[in-house]
């Protein structure tokens, strides 16, 4: 099971940018990032104040889990609700700025379950906010599977960001600004890790674009993973807004 996890969470944690927020060391960056930001949703970030989704993850043999999460982005207070290493249900709360003073348990498997969910939930504001990764336009490439055609959009982190030193990921961009497919190649693995997946299931909570279908491999085992009951809360707002 332990490397099971491991597989699960390959690289999809992005250590050199746990803090969600935009890092100041800026590399060379297509328009595209900003026009894929915008289609999702980034010019109304500001009014959003939680964020909830279930994240379900199946690596066919290997792997399942459930994650429930509501993040507050303003606060940067995160709640969690599932099982721990052992089996048993956990639901905690904690603000990400005093995650010092938090349980291992907290530190160690909650924190990094929030970064990895999260990436996959929002991972074109990420692409957006992470200033210290390159992303230049490759032109039109056909899709790892099928015949379908999208512009290609590496995103590639430094020596000294990233899970590992020179994560890669590859952005497939469709014709409306918005992710059909991505390819993870996690830097400095021997072998390397891949994680292939479709960007699929659209929905809108608000002002804010979710993709909710990923359907792929991770180093060559069938992988699925979903996300559902998103919602977002606005400022001003007490009421939760369901996707549709």
Known sequence: MKNARRLTMMGLLLSGVL???PNSSAQERSPILDQVAKTYGIDSWDKVEAIRYTWDVDITGLFKATHKWEWEPKTNKVTFEGLDKD???VKVSYVRTDLSTQTDAVKNQVDPSFINDSYWTLFPFHAYWDK???AIDQ???NLPVG???AELVPVKYPADGGYTPGDTWDLYVGKDNRVVYFVYHRGGAKP???VLATWAGYKKAGPILFSTEH???ADGKPLHIFISDVAVKLTG???WVDAQ
């Open 19 to 21: 803090s969600l927020a």
């Open 87 to 89: 089996g048993k249900p």
């Open 132 to 134: 210290s990764a390159s």
């Open 139 to 141: 032109g039109k490439f």
């Open 147 to 149: 015949s379908s055609m």
């Open 192 to 194: 390397p890790s891949r």
């Open 215 to 217: 359907r792929g491999t």
């Open 237 to 239: 707002s007490d009421k």
